[in-house]
């Protein structure tokens, strides 16, 4: 053997030097073991099995964007691209790892992923709603700060993409601008300042909006309908604002411009009801004009089966399907014990295959949560009947479900004790839930499940929400949109007799106060069409009194006058005050004759000799001609339909269950007489009343 030397010297080393030496080696050798040795258990942190992390860390190196595909219905598999483009924005090696929410530390995650990945750069861990967590390693990126902003700046429905979004343009800002941004975001919606508002709408939002919109289209055009020409009558029949009618036609050119105006007002109504319809129609699709009620976009046809096709690859292989993203929660005794059982069952009499999918069931899944559903479907794309176990990982619960086997399905579905289906207060504090312990207690049921003569099956699932258009919103025209019809019009109706009450109470007042009778060439554009029995005993004291008041200042000389004010006092049995009382005698066609009367008196006072009265509605005044060989004033004559205009007075008594109110000539009053002129009136009420 040559002797060792130093080196570069050629002499013989000393024998102390040389053990020194091999032992310095064999240290070194050690020491190299044990940290390959020991590696593992450093990168996996508390709940974070090697195999989770080794399996991330793998797909990180193939891709640095990893989209899980246990989420198709929040985050398919498809919106990788769009992730990926995101995270070139932070200006450093970005990793990004898209999963369902983690039940353990997500840091540590991180940090096994890491470490097992062996590159440095920013870690960022997405669930299913924002960024829920991100590292920095080897870079300069202000991970913390960036979270803040995306916790306080943006509302809880912003989605998964958004968050990243956001995310990344506070990394590319900078450490400093990212610092003064995060204190700014947490001052003012931290310690209990306002929330972000909120992105999206929900149901029954969007079935608010199309009430509203229902109740409004119907509400506002008949509440113009109604209102305003109701208004408008009511605003003429004011003794005040008659008068500036007056004027205001004289100045106009008479009565034949007024009555052109009235007919273009009386159109105004439906034109303005017709543009607030339409206005509401077509401002409410541009004001609610959200058509989806969550972030997520819609899922592609390989997003949906993605997760199906993995598990029921991984089963072809082998009948126990550990779902690689999430912790394992088997070991491998446990695991080897599992597979000795699944194939004792299988031999066994009535026994047949068993597939054990211990994967998590998410409501964001393809099934929507739904564990049957996601059986039914891993059976359909294997194709093999049997046992089919649904063991979640991540809730500790399992469902058992029988395909073409000869057990009693409905046993295995409902009968499964709580211990084995959901576990006992001993598995719920186990970080594994004793799921190992639970599956070797499922085999025993099923060894000993009763067989039957036939294969069975258990019934089909229920189908779960279309992922396509799980989040569109309902049309705006639809749902509650025609309850908001109805409840509108009735709205409607009851705040135009609220109105109505109102304003009769008003216009009572302002009667009261004023006792001046109305111009004569206001009345056939102020008089009603319809007046009530108060508008009529008011009306017939102004004009007695009136005219009791130029008779008493002696200019009351005209014979004519004279006797028709004789007739209207005979009308009233000499006593207007008791007789125009609300309890008096006077029937609503006697009002409106003593009316007729006193106005025409006054008319002879003021030296007008015409001779006839509006036949249409004597309230109207002194007729301008003759129309199918009727007396009408000038808006009467002018008018395209006469029977529109007709007086009609509130019913006789015995006939209001019938009608609330009837043509004038319906009474057996004097009224009659008005064809043949007022002298004819005035002769046929002595008559009358001598026979009354």
């Not at 193939?62 to 200006?91: C, H």
């Not at 993605?306 to 690689?324: E, F, H, S, T």
């Amino acid at each position: 053997m040559s002797a060792v030397t130093a080196h570069g010297t050629g002499r013989p080393l000393h024998p102390l030097r040389t053990h020194a030496a091999r032992a310095l080696l064999a240290l070194c050798a050690l020491a190299a073991v044990f940290t390959v040795a020991t590696a593992p258990a450093r990168a996996a942190a508390p709940g974070t099995s090697v195999s989770q992390a080794a399996y991330l860390a793998d797909r990180l190196r193939a891709n640095p964007v990893y989209v899980t595909d246990q989420l198709p219905r929040e985050i398919p598999r498809s919106t990788a691209p769009e992730f990926a483009r995101l995270a070139k924005r932070t200006g450093v090696p970005t990793y990004v790892l898209v999963l369902p929410v983690q039940l353990t530390d997500s840091q540590g995650l991180l940090a096994a992923v890491h470490d097992r990945l062996g590159r440095n750069g920013l870690y960022v861990l997405v669930d299913d709603s924002s960024v829920a967590a991100a590292t920095a390693y080897g870079v300069r990126a202000p991970a913390d700060d960036a979270e803040t902003v995306v916790t306080y700046e943006l509302p809880y429905d912003a989605g998964p993409l958004c968050s990243f979004e956001r995310f990344t343009d506070v990394i590319a800002q900078g450490s400093a601008k990212a610092a003064a941004r995060a204190e700014a975001a947490r001052g003012k919606y931290g310690r209990g300042g306002e929330e972000p508002a909120n992105m999206y709408i929900g149901p029954t939002d969007r079935r608010n909006q199309s009430f509203l919109t229902g109740f409004l289209l119907t509400g506002v055009p008949l509440l113009i309908l109604l209102t305003f020409p109701y208004v408008r009558r009511w605003r003429r029949q004011l003794p005040g604002v008659a008068r500036k009618a007056a004027r205001k036609d004289a100045a106009a050119g008479g009565k034949a411009k007024a009555a052109s105006r009235a007919r273009a007002t009386r159109w105004m109504a439906p034109v303005l009801a017709l543009a607030a319809a339409v206005a509401i129609a077509v401002s409410a699709p541009l004001t609610f004009d959200q058509t989806r009620s969550s972030a997520a976009p819609p899922p592609r046809a390989t997003d949906l089966t993605a997760r199906i096709d993995r598990v029921a690859a991984g089963l072809a292989q082998d009948p126990v399907y550990a779902d690689p993203e999430s912790r394992r929660v088997l070991d491998a005794t446990r695991l080897d014990r599992l597979h000795a059982r699944i194939r004792k069952f299988e031999k066994s009499e009535g026994g047949g295959p068993v597939f054990v999918s211990l994967v998590p069931q998410l409501a964001e899944d393809e099934s929507g949560g739904d564990g049957e559903a996601f059986a039914a479907a891993v059976h359909d794309k294997l194709r093999k009947d049997g046992v089919y176990v649904v063991a979640d990982p991540a809730i500790g619960s399992i469902d058992v479900f029988n395909f073409g086997l000869r057990l009693d399905s409905y046993s295995l579905l409902f009968d499964l004790p709580n211990s084995v289906a959901y576990g006992d207060d001993r598995a719920q504090k186990a970080d594994d839930y004793l799921l190992g312990e639970r599956l070797d207690a499922l085999m025993t049921i099923l060894d000993k499940t009763e067989r039957t003569d036939k294969p069975t099956t258990a019934d089909d699932p229920s189908p779960a929400e279309g992922p396509i258009t799980e989040h569109d919103l309902p049309p705006l025209f639809a749902t509650d949109f025609w309850p908001g019809l109805a409840m509108g019009a009735l709205a409607a109706a009851l705040l135009f007799g609220l109105m109505t009450g109102v304003l009769g109470i008003i216009g009572r007042v302002l009667l009261r106060r004023n006792q001046e009778p109305l111009p004569t060439q206001a009345l056939p554009l102020v008089s009603p069409r319809e007046p009530s029995a108060a508008y009529l005993r008011h009306t017939a004291r102004v004009e007695l009194r009136a005219l009791a008041a130029e008779f008493a200042d002696g200019t009351g000389e005209d014979s004519r006058a004279r006797d028709r004010f004789d007739a209207a006092l005979l009308l009233v049995d000499d006593d207007p005050d008791t007789a125009l009382r609300r309890s008096g005698h006077a029937d609503p066609a006697t009002l409106v004759t003593v009316i007729v009367l006193a106005r025409a008196a006054r008319q002879a006072l003021a030296g007008d000799d015409n001779d006839l009265c509006c036949a249409v509605n004597p309230l109207h005044g002194p007729a301008a001609a003759r129309k199918a060989r009727i007396p009408v004033c000038e808006v009467c004559r002018d008018a395209s339909e006469v029977r529109k205009r007709w007086l009609t007075l509130p019913a006789p008594d015995g006939r209001g269950r019938r009608r609330t109110r009837v043509p004038y000539e319906d009474y057996d009053s004097p009224l009659y007489a008005l064809l043949g002129g007022i002298s004819r009136m005035v002769d046929d009420v002595r008559e009358w009343v001598h026979v009354r």
